[in-house]
């Protein structure tokens, strides 16, 4: 059964950084896209960042320059480095995994989410 865990979450003051960790694992063939939401209290769910099977990256206008995605194959494990961290980055994040089974299928996984609290 595919799992992701997420893990890197946490309060940070302002100006700050954090680095967020995805963790795929059980009945996975690849996994093709990776890519990191948010969803900030009383909004809707959006994309943060993604990352291609071959790394190529695409990120919100919100974030660019600030954050960095990442992915490290042999783990099936996305990262997201987040520098200069604002106040309006408040949110829970999730990730995403594109992905084929063992058996061939096709699906997309989320992950259970990490809050992330930008505060003085």
């Known amino acids: 059964q595919v799992q992701l865990v997420e893990s890197g979450g946490g309060l940070v003051q302002p100006g700050g950084s954090l680095r967020l960790s995805c963790a795929a694992s059980?009945?996975?063939?690849?996994?093709?896209?990776m890519s990191w939401y948010r969803q900030a209290p009383g909004k809707q769910r959006e994309m943060v960042a993604l990352i291609t099977g071959i790394s190529t990256t695409n990120y919100t206008g919100a974030v660019k320059g600030r954050f960095t995605i990442s992915r490290d194959n042999a783990k099936n494990t996305v990262y997201l480095q987040m520098n200069s961290l604002k106040a309006e980055d408040t949110a829970v994040y999730y990730c995403?995994?594109?992905?084929?089974?063992?058996?061939?299928?096709?699906?997309?996984?989320w992950g259970q989410g990490t809050r992330v609290t930008v505060s003085s």
């Open positions: 995403r995994a594109a992905l084929t089974l063992w058996n061939g299928v096709p699906a997309n996984f």
């Open positions: 059980g009945g996975i063939h690849s996994i093709k896209t």
